[in-house]
């Protein structure tokens, strides 16, 4: 028996990270968080980073007050990807 294997590509669809304007020198992870209006109330974002955690320059954190700076890549399991930016 003849068995012909054929590979199938892999497309992996890389997305960029949406910049998020900051006016201040950092934002507590927390408030940036809530910034996004991706989740209902403070009770909510402490519980997602308890339990989800998020990964800050491919750091995992689970800190409300870990402060992000410009620059700073920030990455919320199945919401996305996010870039922290200063306001010039």
């Known amino acids: 028996m003849n068995v012909t294997i054929i590979e199938k ?36 974002i402490k519980a997602f980073l308890k339990d989800e955690g998020a990964l800050v320059n491919g750091e995992h954190e689970h800190r409300r007050g870990r402060k992000l700076y410009p620059n700073d890549v920030v990455e919320l399991e199945g919401i996305g990807a996010y870039i922290v930016a200063k306001d010039h």
């Open 9 to 44: 590509s892999l497309v992996i669809k890389v997305q960029e990270p949406e910049k998020i304007i900051i006016e201040t020198e950092y934002i507590p992870l927390g408030q940036f968080i809530k910034l996004l209006n991706i989740m209902d109330s403070g009770g909510m």
